[in-house]
Each structure stands twice: as structure tokens, then as C-alpha cells.
């Protein structure tokens, strides 16, 4: 399978798989924290404008609160000691090729073994992408390519590579002296044999063609249709997407994304080890879902970290007092 491969991330096909594994797949973590698979393999994470965005979680699932016109990148993070490839969707689109996302023949980015990646946006070509930027429900790339239904979902599938074990060694073969009697039953190419030399079979059986993968991705990007020769049939969806509040990504800026291509195949070319599911938002969003965005949880971590740091002796190293702020001194200094 063709996988695209670069210093960024991921893609991923949805559909109503998301939903279904994105509860089992990872463990809500502390606001700030990766979204990590149970087994500690992978983590995705969100930077805005470079710093990772605050998570929370909330009925099962993971959030992101975005801002509106800042910038974001996705993260992978793969901890195993094999290669995988991450297919990644945002709200429901690919971020490859543009179009709606779907697991099995989408083609990913390559992380490496104790490898990261970013992805800073939708790929425009090898060089290219168009960045991530947070922006309204109807500026958002989705509801202006047709369909605004899965607009703040960010998905990230993982496919691990295929172990394929080494071909066994050859086997030595025997030196013979030059002088043997011809009329003896002389040593063949393959072994002891024929009459006279070598094997009239010919050198061996020729080895089997490599075996093509079932789930090879197209080579080339298809054009994605204008959206002017989309005709009237998607009018209700993009008027329903006007009236739409919070947050979706537009296709933003061209940004420098140098990419080439790598052989891949997946230990299975339909099943992901790993669906990861992140729902964003603005911050009214996430506070009109019932998201406490500073509440106990938050507390919680922050008093942790305050007792890890807590120091025994926080007293300055003076002799004496110090003088308050705007001081100017005693008579006795003058």
C-alpha cells in the first residue's frame, strides 16, 4: 500500500465506527494530556498555535476547545517498535484527498518506530497542505464542499505494518576439484546428478512473485469537483450550516509540507488496531454541552501538581527582612 510519509501525521476514515470505538479505544485524560490507546502504544494530541490544547472529558468521549482564526496541527505519537500508518479525517473529510473519509481505501501518513508526526493540514500536493484553522460552522472547509454534517469531529486510525520475517539463508554450496573423471557421475549445478555436468532441468525453480497487497491505495489524487457544478441538490445543508454556532476548520493558508511516498502494508488492511475520536469546540460550546471547562477535574490535576512541587523550605535565603515594593530606604542609609 502506497502511504504518504513526511515530518507531520495522520488520516482517518469515520463513518458511525468513530463513535463506537473512540470510548473504548482511549482513556479520558487531564485537561492538556495526549489522547492515549489503553496499551500506551499511540497518542494524539492537538497543538494550537503550537502549545497542546486543553482536553476534557465528558460523557465517554474527548474534547477539544479551539479558538476561533488560530491555527492547529495534529500529532501522532507511536511508542511500539513497528511502523504504522495513520489515516486521519476532519470533520469527516479526508485530509488527503478532501474528500468523505472511510477506512479501507484511504492512504495515511507513516510514523516510524518511537516515531512522531504532524500533520498541519489538508494536503494540496507532495510540497503543500492548506493549514488547519479553526473558523465558523459555514467558513468551514466541509460545508463548503457540500456537507456540513460531521463538522467538529477529528478522527485518527492506526494500521501497524505487516511483519514480514526474513528469508531463510541459502545453503553453502560444495566446491568440487577441477579433476574428475567425466565419465563418472559428475557433480550438477543443484548437487550430485547427471552425467557429464549440469542439471538438463536448468538452475531451479524460480522464485514466486512478491504478492501484491489486497489493499493497495490509487497513486494519484482525484480532483476534487468545483463546487459550483454541485447544482442545487445540497441548498438545505448549506442553509442549515448558516445557522449553525461553534467552531469548524476552514481550509486555510498554503503552508510548506514536503511529502513522498513509501511501500506499506497493513497487518490488516480493513481493521485498524486503534480508532481515536476527538470532538472540538469554542469554549461557549463546550460550556453549553454541560463541559465544565474549569471546574473539579481541573482542580484536581492542579492540586496534584501543587503538592508534587510543594517545597520544604520556600523561605528566601536572607538574613534579614526585605524591603516592600517602592521602598526607598531609612534615614540611617542616607
Known sequence: MMTLRNAMTCLSGLGSLLAAAASCAAAPLPAGAPLRDRAGAYEVEVLIDGSVAPTYAHDGETYVMGQLGARYTLRVHNHSGRRIEAVLSVDGRDVIDGKPAELRGKRGYLVPAYGTVDIDGWRISRAEAAAFRFSSVPDSYAARTGSAREVGVIGVAVFPERYVPPPPPRRPQPIYPRSYNEYESAPSEGGYGSLGGKDKSGAGAAEP??????????????????????????????????????????????????????????????????????????????????????????????????????????????????????????????
Do not use: H
Open 209 to 334: 512473485a512478491p504478492a501484491q497487497s489486497s489493499a493497495a491505495a490509487p497513486r494519484a489524487e482525484a480532483p476534487m469537483a468545483d463546487e459550483s457544478s454541485r447544482g442545487d441538490d445540497r441548498a438545505p445543508e448549506k442553509k442549515s450550516a448558516r445557522s449553525r454556532s461553534g467552531l469548524g476548520t476552514e481550509y486555510g493558508e498554503a503552508v510548506s509540507s514536503p511529502t513522498y511516498e513509501v511501500e506499506f502494508v497493513r497487518a490488516n488492511s480493513s481493521r485498524p488496531a486503534v480508532v481515536f475520536g476527538l470532538r472540538y469546540n469554542d469554549r461557549d460550546g463546550l460550556v453549553a454541552m454541560g463541559i465544565d471547562v474549569d471546574g473539579p477535574d481541573y482542580a484536581y490535576w492542579r492540586e496534584q501538581e501543587l503538592r508534587r512541587t510543594a517545597n520544604p523550605f520556600p523561605a528566601a535565603d536572607r538574613r534579614y527582612a526585605t524591603p516592600p515594593p517602592g521602598w526607598r530606604g531609612s534615614c540611617c542609609s542616607r
